[in-house]
């Protein structure tokens, strides 16, 4: 048997675990559109369903944004798993952990959506829906970091300069989520603010794999 065929038959290969990965992305995104419900005849008595639709705009910013940040996470998760090359038992728990609040992300996103823009509420949700967002970046840090020490599990041609910056790009990333999450309690507005421009920065492409 070839070293490529043991390789990918063994049982520290990523593909099963890439394989479920995929499977929770498709399902929580979308999860994401059953929030936008079909009006019921009785709420549109005393307003027409073109009036109805258009107040629902909370809802469709909530489902479009979430729906770009689970999106972004799917492509540069099928992107960090050209790194990885093996896994082991606290890499796939942490794996699961991930996905976790993957799949915890449309109920934030509901909140968010629902009040928004009601006044007493708004703070409430937008903080909501921040810890919501912070929640898979620190553990996509934490799996990487421990991925990645010592070229635990990543691809050992990586070079050490290409490491180091994924390293310091995730831990900004964080920085910010968090920084997004604590200007939540002051400023829902800025709150969201920071969000979007980190969904924004992580729609471009990533840096190309550089090895020694």
Avoid: C
């Amino acid at each position: 048997m070839t070293d490529h065929a043991s390789e990918t038959t063994s049982p520290l290969s990523t593909q099963r675990l890439e394989a479920l990965s995929d499977g929770v992305f498709a399902i929580a995104i979308t999860l994401l559109i059953l929030e936008i419900k079909i009006p019921g005849s009785g709420e549109l008595q005393h307003q027409p369903l073109s009036e109805y639709l258009l107040k629902q705009w909370p809802k469709y910013f909530a489902y479009v944004f979430s729906f770009f940040i689970i999106g972004i996470y799917w492509a540069n998760h099928h992107y960090i798993f050209r790194l990885y090359k093996r896994t082991n038992h606290v890499f796939n728990i942490l794996n699961i952990i991930f996905l976790m609040t993957i799949s915890f992300l449309p109920f934030p996103t509901a909140i968010f959506g629902e009040y928004i823009n009601d006044a007493p509420h708004r703070s409430t949700a937008v903080s909501f829906y921040a810890l919501g967002i912070f929640m898979p970046a620190v553990v996509w840090f934490t799996m990487w970091l421990y991925g990645s020490y010592k070229k635990r599990l990543i691809d050992h041609r990586l070079n050490d300069r290409f490491v180091n910056y994924l390293t310091r790009q995730f831990l900004i990333s964080n920085i910010f989520y968090l920084l997004g999450l604590v200007i939540s309690f002051f400023s829902p507005l800025g709150s969201i603010a920071v969000s979007v421009l980190m969904t924004l920065v992580y729609l471009l492409p990533p840096k190309k794999p550089d090895y020694t």
